[in-house]
């Protein structure tokens, strides 16, 4: 089986790269399925269903998100629904969405790191629950590790190492080097990076990041513009098994 997962999407240049170059990259990988986080894509922050419908239609099949989960409530009903649209797994109990789904013969889950981030529930034992209550449907399962600190994502990759296929990071915008198969199987890369402006601040516009950090004021992000990074990573797995027999970077530009 061949998973490719894309990179945070961030805003409308995130969605037209994904149109533009993901039906290419199908063609081109043959991948099996198609994970992608969209949690920033609408205007940076926030999914809508409009955002998350485009990437359907670009060929995505599931959606993952984050801590910006349900930064727009018109959302949220279809968090709740059926749809191929996950949030974090380990929110506390009462929250709207799902925090995994099945397609294509996979357990596609979504976990939110706590170093740095909001408060949540363990995601170590959140992730440990749900391989012990669903575990036995599939052996191929990917996470989505929504993290800031590489610490953590890296603990979960070996915690996790050889319980699942693949430990994919997200959340930092910031494609990392040290994608590899950990010793007894499992997938793994820090952050798979975003797609967005390349000439941006992790997507945004560089002068609105920097009077934040210059004045310690609040001031509005906007969606950077010009060519866009397409960062993704083909993690290639052995269905019977579930373990991984591969992983490498797949990154491309898009004026």
């Not at 290419?24 to 998350?52: C, R």
């Not at 408060?119 to 669903?134: G, I, K, Q």
Request: overall charge negative; glycine content about 10%.
């Amino acid at each position: 089986m061949r998973v490719l997962m894309v990179g945070d999407v961030v805003g409308q240049p995130g969605r037209k790269a994904v149109r533009k170059l993901l039906p290419k990259l199908k063609q081109e990988l043959a991948p099996d399925l198609v994970i992608a986080n969209g949690e920033n894509s609408a205007n940076g922050l926030g999914m809508t269903p409009e955002t998350v419908q485009e990437l359907y239609d670009s060929g995505v099949d599931v959606i993952t998100s984050g801590n910006h989960a349900w930064d727009k409530r018109e959302i949220v009903p279809y968090l709740e629904s059926e749809l191929p649209l996950i949030r974090p797994l380990n929110y506390p109990p009462g929250v709207p969405g799902h925090g995994y789904t099945f397609c294509k013969g996979a357990l596609i889950v979504n976990v939110l790191g706590r170093v740095f981030l909001p408060s949540v529930d363990d995601p170590f034992r959140a992730l440990n629950n749900l391989l012990d209550e669903e575990g036995h449907r599939t052996k191929v399962v990917i996470v989505d590790a929504h993290t800031e600190a590489t610490s953590e994502i890296g603990a979960l990759g070996w915690y996790f190492d050889g319980r699942v296929s693949a430990i994919l990071g997200t959340h930092t915008h910031v494609a990392t080097a040290d994608a590899r198969v950990l010793p007894k199987g499992t997938a793994f890369v820090s952050d798979v990076g975003m797609v967005g402006p390349r000439g941006s601040i992790i997507g945004n516009v560089p002068e609105d990041v920097l009077k934040r950090f210059a004045t310690q004021l609040y001031s509005p992000l906007g969606v950077a513009d010009g060519p866009v990074t397409f960062s993704s990573v083909l993690v290639e797995i052995e269905a019977r098994t579930g373990k991984a027999k591969s992983i490498q970077r797949v990154d491309r530009e898009v004026a």
